[in-house]
């Protein structure tokens, strides 16, 4: 495949990503958000604040309507800026509703010292094509994204050019093993036994998945190595892995709770840049 027909064919499936995000924005703001979904609430939430505290300058890179970012300004003392960007103008909308004003920390500010002020920027634009300067960051968060994203390629190099030397990337995703295409809890009633099903672990392919009623959203399933490799190849290096156990809501009407909360949903992977010296 020439280069031509691949960036021709990566901007028609972002087109038709991007209308699923636009015609879907309000129904994700009341489905996930606000406290809407307990997994968000309890778990992907206070995880991402507890490994990008420190931090000053963030990128929320599909930041959907603001949820981490809103999160993240009021829980991270450290943070003076948070950009969230998006593909999705009605995402972004809804974002820009949410947001809250700019916070003005006047501390220490008395005999002349400037007043800190903390805020959330919004950025219409694509991951594979980042509007921002190198380094302009010493934190990234991609929650729940980068599965929807068509080139992924294009996306990690991008992390890797805006976050500055020492900075963190926070990656979270459903989990590529025990959740990817074809994989699932199985019910034997006629042999009597439970067990959780892999699907094609290591082929990479776009599903469309209806998850609620008329909602079709893409999902490209990835092995690990799709995410670690590339990083690792622009010096940005696994340092923390969380696989959480699933919440106790979503184990309540299982046939088999035991062996479900042996299976998780989620992956959190932490990188840190350390540049070759």
């Known amino acids: 495949m020439s280069e031509t027909t691949r960036v021709e064919r ?13 015609r879907q924005a309000d129904w ?57 960007i998006d593909v999705s103008t009605a995402q972004l909308a809804n974002a820009q ?16 010292a400037a007043a800190r002020v903390r805020t959330i920027r919004l950025v219409r634009g694509e991951g594979e094509r980042l509007p921002f300067r190198d380094a302009s960051f010493d934190g990234v ?32 995703v459903n989990h590529p093993l ?16 439970h067990y959780w099903r892999v699907g094609p672990y290591l082929v990479e392919d776009v599903s469309w998945e209806e998850v609620d009623a008329g909602v079709l959203i893409p999902f490209v399933h990835r092995p690990l190595s799709r ?16 696989e959480p156990k699933p919440l106790e809501q979503f184990l309540s009407s299982s046939v088999d709770p035991d062996l479900e909360a042996a299976i998780p949903r989620l992956l959190t992977m932490r990188f840190e840049h350390r540049p070759a010296r």
């Open 10 to 22: 990566r901007d028609a499936a972002a087109l038709r990503r991007r209308d699923v995000w636009e």
């Open 97 to 112: 509703q949410a947001a809250p004003p700019e916070n003005v920390d006047r501390t220490g500010a008395a005999g002349g």
């Open 141 to 172: 968060v991609c929650s729940l994204v980068i599965e929807h994203a068509e080139d992924i390629d294009a996306v990690l190099e991008e992390v890797a050019r805006v976050l500055a030397p020492g900075g963190r990337f926070v990656l979270l």
């Open 28 to 84: 994700w703001r009341e489905t996930f958000t606000d406290g809407a979904d307990p997994e968000y609430e309890h778990e992907i939430l206070p995880t991402i604040e507890g490994e990008l505290g420190g931090c000053r300058r963030l990128l929320d890179l599909g930041c959907g309507e603001g949820q981490v970012a809103r999160h993240l300004l009021a829980t991270v003392a450290t943070l003076d800026l948070v950009v969230g």
């Open 178 to 193: 025990y959740q990817g295409s074809g994989s699932g809890f199985v019910d034997d009633q006629i042999l009597g036994e």
């Open 227 to 242: 995410y670690i490799n590339p990083l690792a190849d622009h010096d940005l290096l696994l340092t923390r892995m969380l």
